[in-house]
Structure formats: structure tokens, C-alpha cells
């Protein structure tokens, strides 16, 4: 039988020490050694047989059975390992016949599947974004851990479920057919360009996500790879910075124009004020008057779009929220009327934060306005005041502000609330569903400004039908910090304001502007100097005159502020005196504002608030009446 098999590995050897007795031409070219140098050798010593499963099951199923089956590792002549599927026969009296096979290249192969396996079960479970393999019906083959976290699903609650449950209604009922169109015309739609589309989670809830589609040909099966990445908060971050920058640019179009209206009214206002002291009582006085009312009236206006614009003179003082909202309390239920019970909840002890506490009050009471105003027919209104972190994924698209600690006031009513399209436009300025005469629009615009230009946050949340909630972040400060105040504008101050005699120095781009601010001064007695610009300013202080003041507008054409024209003068007379004035506080001001308190006065002002400053800054007693 050893002959006829000469040619397959056949080795024969004794069972009591492992002499080979017989050595086939295939082991000669299966393990290298020639008949002549195996036959004698001991088998164990010239293979070095190492036995996967223990060597005695091998002795004891021959001793019962006559064969044993199994996988041994085996060296080849040149030194190599070899895997070898063996069997072996017991061949009475005391031998052994083994055939052999090499097995090594499946082996290989086996740990190869096995390895990319591993590799590919990595991959699923490590690729942050999800990923799904379906096979030609839809089934699901593969699920990643990412697609597990985003849908919610485990992967044996998907894994061999049609992946249409992953999608809403339309999808849902027709992937079917889309699957089946495609396989018999070839023609693609997502395959290989990726889609954005509406998956849906196990919960139920909808969410937007950017599917990309690969195929493989596997077995002449066709596989589907789907890479599912969610859109959730990129959508959001988008539909914020779009809200972010409409707002920024509406901002600067209302604060550009507020800006130039308040340089008009500086000069319609200044006019009448030294007509009217002109005038005889009775003569002209009564529509000088009207006409001075009717420049206040602007003059608010303007005021109102600063705010929004983030350009109001803000007064910010360290105060504590929920004394100063328990203050405005009475003011806001008279605001209300009496349908409507006010509620104000504090959390916390100390809510402090640097505030502008007239503001405030504006702000809320706007807010109660509104609150009335969707309440026709009476509810509620609560107040809440409590600490709140802000983190720093909750400031995303807004560099101006920081992570941390704020006081948070939300203000919540009962009323009719707002759809999406009144909800997504409320801040605007003049944008009202009210009618003409009822609503103005600057309401929100005002609180929204004012909350930015603080350093805080606002956010509305609101429901047709389900009332709403206005949540205002100011950020908080210890209390052991020092107060820091910045300038008020005092206006319509004592009939005779005080005069001086000194010399100013009036730098002022506008012509008209200027033209008012000259004859204010020399109607004071002031002594006058003008310069149109920061140039000639410069050259006016340099010759050799007396000069006590420096009067200047901030915003000037041709490269130099009034902040840098006032440190220059400084430079050359250390002993000037400094009034700087400006339509809006620019940020400049507002950030140095505080260390110079006092040394500007904001467009427009009346001489008295003019005339009063002065004297502050130049002291009593220098000038005459
Ligand atoms: P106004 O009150 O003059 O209309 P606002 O800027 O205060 O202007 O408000 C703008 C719009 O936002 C209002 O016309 C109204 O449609 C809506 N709105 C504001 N607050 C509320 C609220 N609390 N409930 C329902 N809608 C509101
Ligand atoms: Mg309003």
C-alpha cells in the first residue's frame, strides 16, 4: 500500500521508540530529508513534531481506535515550520503509518481572514463617523459603533433588518425601489456623490445628516457602504452665525445712520437753544420750544437705535440682580395691569453683575410690554434671577464672549408666543406684528443691544400657544470687586449754565458741527480757537499761544483719533485740560472710558451739559458768570 501511495507523504515508524522504517518520495519532497537519511532516525527528533492538541490523545485514540486526525507542526529540512494535517494508522505489530498533508498555505490564508477581520471590526468600531453595510435587498450587514451612538440602535437590533428603518417617510417606502432601479438601469443618484438627507433615530426624532454612498463587488454580490455624518449642530452653528451677522450688519446700518442723525440734531438742537435765549418771551419762544421738543424727540430716537446698534453710553455699575429687579417690581406690575399676577423667583444668594441699571429697567419693562401685549385676556409673568455657566460650546460662533459664570433673568409669560418667522426676526429693529401706533419694533431691538453691548447673552424661546421666555445672561462679577462707573449725560440742566474765560481748543471735522460748538462756547465767554482736523490741531498747539482745553470729536477723518490727538497735545502742553466728544461710544472709548471718567461728553448735548463739564474739568472760579 506504501508503494502505491509513493507519491503522497507516507512515513511508517515504530510505535515504541519512533524509528522510521519506511519514508515515501512525497515526504522526501514535503520535508526535504532523502529516504537514506530519514530511514534509521528517530521521528520526533529529525521533524521536531510539536502537537497542537496533547500528544498523549493522539497515543491513547490509536490504542483504542487504530487512527488519530489532528494537526501537528512539523520542521522542514531547511528549518522552516510547516503546518501538516496528518492522520495516523496503527499497523500491528508495533508500527505506525502517517500520511501527511501541507496545510501551512491555508493556514496562512485562515490567519489572514482572521487579521482582516479583526482589522475591519477595528475600523467599525473606531471611525467617529457612522458607517452601515447593506447588502443588494437593503439588509443590513455591518454596523459601527458611531452609527450605534447616532441611531441609537445596538447592531443586533439592525443586523439583518432592512436599513429603511433608518429612514423617515418618504425614504422609508420607496429605498426599495430606489435599490432596485438602480441595480437594473446603473443609474446613480447618491452612489459615489453623497446627498445630504433625514435620518431618523430609534427615538423617533428626525435629524439632518450628509450620506456617502460606496459599492464593492464581493462574491458577484453587491455591497453598499453608507458614511453617515450628522449635520445636527453644523446646521445649528450655520443657522446661528447667519442670525449672528444679520444682526451685526443691521447694527451697523442703524448705528451709522443714528451716528449722523445725532451730528444733525447736535446742530438743529444747539441753534434753537441760542435762538430761544435770544428771543423775546412770547415772541418766536413757544415754536423755538416746539421745535427743541421735537429735536429731544429725535434725539431718543437716535438714543434707542444706539442701543441697538451697541453704541449707548452704558453707565454699567456692580449691582445685585435680584435686589434691583425686586426694585422694579412695582414699576412692572403697574406696566402689566392688573390680569396679569407677577411672579419673580430668585435662585442663589448673591447675583451680581456689572450692569447699566437704568438699562435694565428699560429692558425688562420692554420685555413686560411685550408680555402685556401677548396676553390680552390676563396670565402670568415670572421673573426668574439665577447663576448660570455659560461653556464654552454654548459661545461657539461669538468671540465677544467667554465662558463662565453669569447672572441669568428669564422672563417667562403665558401668552400667545411667537411662530418661527416672528421668532427669527423679533430682534430686528422695527419689526412689529403690532399696529401702526401700537407697536414700534425697537422694544426687543433696545434689550437685544443693550444685552450684547454688556457683555451677556440673549436667547428667546418661544411657541405659538405655548407663551414665551426671554433669557437675558449678564456676566457675573464677585461682589468684592470695586464698582466702576463710566459718564452719564446729564441733559436739560439749569437755565443759566456757568461760563469761563479760558482758551479752547475746538477740533471738529464737521463744519456745522463745529460751527455750533464755537458759538456755544464764545455765547460761555470762552475764548475760541478751531482746528477742522487732528493735523491742525497739532500745528495750533505747537506755536506759543495759551490754550487750557482741548475740545475734540473722536471720529475724525485722516488717521488720528481724538484719543490720539488729545495723548499728542498732552505731550507738547502736559497741562491741557481734555474734553473729548462723541456720537456713540466707540469701543475705544468704552474701553479706556472707564480710567477717564469724565473727559467726554456724548452727541448731542445741550450747553448746560456742555457749559457744567467744563467748569469740572477747568475748576470753579476760573471764569466769570
Ligand atoms: P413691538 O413690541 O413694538 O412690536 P418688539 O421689538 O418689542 O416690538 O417686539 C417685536 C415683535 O416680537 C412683536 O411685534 C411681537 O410680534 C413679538 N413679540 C415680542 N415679545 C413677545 C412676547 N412676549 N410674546 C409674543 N410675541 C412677542
Ligand atoms: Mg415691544
Do not use: C
Not at 447593506?134 to 436599513?163: Q, W
Not at 481724538?562 to 461710544?585: D, N, Q
Request: hydrophobic share 40%; aromatic share 4%.
Amino acid at each position: 500500500m506504501a508503494a502505491l501511495l509513493d507519491a503522497g507523504s507516507i512515513i511508517i515508524y515504530r510505535t515504541s521508540d519512533g524509528v522510521i522504517s519506511h519514508w515515501s518520495s512525497g515526504s522526501e519532497a514535503l520535508y526535504g530529508w532523502t529516504r537514506q537519511e530519514a530511514v534509521g532516525r528517530v521521528l520526533q527528533e529529525l521533524l521536531a513534531t510539536g502537537f497542537v492538541s496533547p500528544r498523549a490523545a493522539m497515543g491513547n485514540a490509536l490504542a483504542k481506535t487504530g487512527t488519530w486526525d489532528g494537526e501537528v507542526q512539523q520542521r522542514h529540512r531547511d528549518g522552516h515550520m510547516l503546518a501538516i494535517a496528518s492522520r495516523m494508522i496503527a499497523v500491528p505489530p508495533g508500527s505506525v503509518l502517517s500520511i501527511n498533508h501541507d496545510v501551512s498555505d491555508l493556514k496562512r490564508a485562515q490567519l489572514e481572514i482572521a487579521r482582516r477581520e479583526a482589522h475591519l471590526r477595528s475600523i467599525l468600531e473606531t471611525v467617529p463617523e457612522a458607517m452601515v453595510v447593506i447588502d443588494e435587498k437593503g439588509t443590513i450587514d455591518s454596523f459601527s459603533a458611531a452609527a450605534e451612538r447616532l441611531f441609537g440602535y445596538s447592531t443586533s437590533e439592525v443586523h439583518g433588518n432592512n436599513v429603511r428603518m433608518l429612514m423617515p417617510p418618504p425614504d422609508r417606502e420607496n429605498h426599495d425601489t430606489y435599490l432596485e432601479r438602480y441595480l437594473t438601469t446603473g443609474r446613480r443618484h447618491i452612489i459615489g456623490y453623497g446627498r445630504i438627507v433625514t435620518g431618523i433615530k430609534k427615538s423617533g426624532e428626525r435629524f439632518p445628516m450628509e450620506l456617502a454612498i460606496g459599492e464593492t463587488i464581493a462574491n458577484g454580490q453587491r455591497i453598499f457602504t453608507g458614511f453617515i455624518r450628522d449635520l445636527t449642530s453644523r446646521h445649528k452653528l450655520e443657522e446661528e452665525l447667519r442670525q449672528a451677522q444679520k444682526m451685526e450688519a443691521i447694527g451697523q446700518l442703524t448705528g451709522g445712520i443714528a451716528h449722523d442723525f445725532n451730528n444733525l440734531l447736535t446742530v438743529i438742537s444747539g441753534n434753537l437753544e441760542m435762538i430761544e435765549r435770544r428771543a423775546e418771551p412770547g415772541s418766536i419762544r413757544e415754536l423755538v420750544q416746539a421745535a427743541q421738543e421735537a429735536a429731544d424727540d429725535g434725539a431718543r430716537l437716535t438714543g434707542q437705535l444706539l442701543a441697538f446698534g451697541r453704541r449707548q453710553p452704558l453707565n454699567a455699575q456692580l449691582a445685585d440682580i435680584s435686589q434691583l429687579v425686586a426694585h422694579f417690581s412695582d414699576l412692572l406690575r403697574r406696566a402689566l395691569g392688573e390680569t396679569i399676577e407677577l411672579r419673580t423667583v430668585v435662585t442663589g444668594s448673591s447675583n451680581h453683575a456689572m450692569v447699566d441699571a437704568s438699562q435694565l429697567q428699560n429692558a425688562l419693562l420692554n420685555l413686560a410690554l411685550n408680555a402685556r401685549d401677548a396676553m390680552p385676556r390676563g396670565g402670568r409673568l415670572t421673573v426668574e434671577i439665577s447663576h448660570a455657566e455659560i461653556a464654552l460650546a454654548e459661545t461657539g460662533t461669538r468671540p465677544d464672549m467667554r465662558p463662565g459664570e453669569y447672572v441669568l433673568i428669564a422672563v417667562s409669560d403665558t401668552g400667545t408666543g411667537m411662530t418661527p418667522a416672528v421668532r427669527e426676526r423679533a430682534f430686528e429693529p422695527f419689526f412689529t406684528t403690532k399696529g401702526v401706533g401700537a407697536g414700534t419694533g425697537l422694544g426687543l431691538s433696545m434689550v437685544y443691544g443693550f444685552v450684547t453691548q454688556s457683555g451677556g447673552l440673549i436667547r428667546l424661546e418661544s411657541e405659538p400657544g405655548h407663551g414665551t421666555t426671554v433669557r437675558i445672561y449678564l456676566p457675573g462679577v464677585r461682589p468684592q470687586a470695586s464698582p466702576e462707573t463710566t459718564d452719564g449725560n446729564a441733559r436739560r440742566e439749569p437755565a443759566r449754565p456757568p461760563g469761563g474765560t479760558e482758551t479752547i481748543l475746538v477740533v471738529e471735522d464737521e463744519p456745522r458741527v463745529r460751527r455750533v460748538a464755537v458759538a456755544r462756547l464764545r455765547d460761555l465767554g470762552y475764548e475760541v480757537i478751531e482746528a477742522s482736523n487732528a493735523a491742525e490741531a497739532l500745528a495750533t498747539a505747537g506755536e506759543a499761544r495759551t490754550i487750557d482745553l482741548l475740545f475734540s470729536d473722536v471720529v475724525m477723518p485722516g488717521g488720528m483719533d481724538g484719543g490720539t490727538l488729545a495723548a499728542e497735545i498732552r505731550a507738547l502742553r502736559p497741562g491741557i485740560k481734555v474734553l473729548l466728544t462723541s456720537g456713540f461710544a466707540e469701543p475705544s472709548i468704552a474701553e479706556r472710558g472707564q480710567a477717564e471718567t469724565g473727559t467726554w461728553l456724548r452727541k448731542p448735548y445741550t450747553t448746560a451739559a456742555l457749559a457744567t463739564r467744563l467748569r469740572t474739568l477747568l475748576g470753579p472760579g476760573a471764569g466769570g458768570g
